[in-house]
Structure formats: structure tokens, C-alpha cells
């Protein structure tokens, strides 16, 4: 993934959670399995699990573009738990 593509795919999952109130392993082990067979997150788990490292990397804000009632931490925090879930689920079918 280059340059800044990994800042919309992180945005995707943002704006997946803006009516979801809590941050929690449910959530994170339901948006995985929508991931790994390419429900409602169209470009494929290799890119979400892709863009997740990059975003934990990523020493700026990550909530900025788009409004959501979940603060940074608890959306860094949810990323982690979101990326492990995702990777439990490796092998995906493409």
C-alpha cells in the first residue's frame, strides 16, 4: 500500500463504527469475519490488515477526517484488538 492509501482504509473503519458504542472484542471479532469474507469491507482482508500495522505505526492522529463519538485511544486501542482478530483468521480466501 503506498503513501497515504492506508489513511482511507483506516477511515472505512472508522466510519463502520460511528454507530457502534462500544469498542469492544465482539466488535472487533465481528468486523474481522466481515473483513476476511468481504462483507460490507470491499477490498479484501490483505488490505485491512495491511492498513491497520501501518496505522499502529502512525504517530499521527487517526480520527481527524472523519467525526466519531469514539476518541483516539479507544480507536487505536480497537485497532489492535481488531488486527488480532483479523490475523486469527488467516488463512482468507481471496
Do not use: C
Not at 42 to 67: K, S
Amino acid at each position: 500500500m503506498s503513501g497515504d492509501d492506508w489513511k482511507s482504509i483506516i477511515n472505512q473503519i472508522l466510519y463502520g463504527l460511528m454507530f457502534t458504542p462500544q469498542l469492544d472484542d465482539s466488535t472487533a471479532e465481528q468486523m474481522a469475519a466481515a473483513m476476511a469474507e468481504w462483507r460490507y469491507f470491499g477490498a479484501g482482508p490483505d488490505v485491512y490488515a495491511d492498513a491497520i500495522v501501518q496505522a499502529r505505526r502512525y504517530d499521527g492522529p487517526l480520527t481527524d477526517e472523519i467525526e466519531t463519538p469514539h476518541g483516539e485511544a479507544a480507536f487505536r486501542e480497537f485497532l489492535g484488538r481488531l488486527g488480532a482478530s483479523l490475523e486469527a483468521l488467516r488463512p482468507w480466501s481471496a
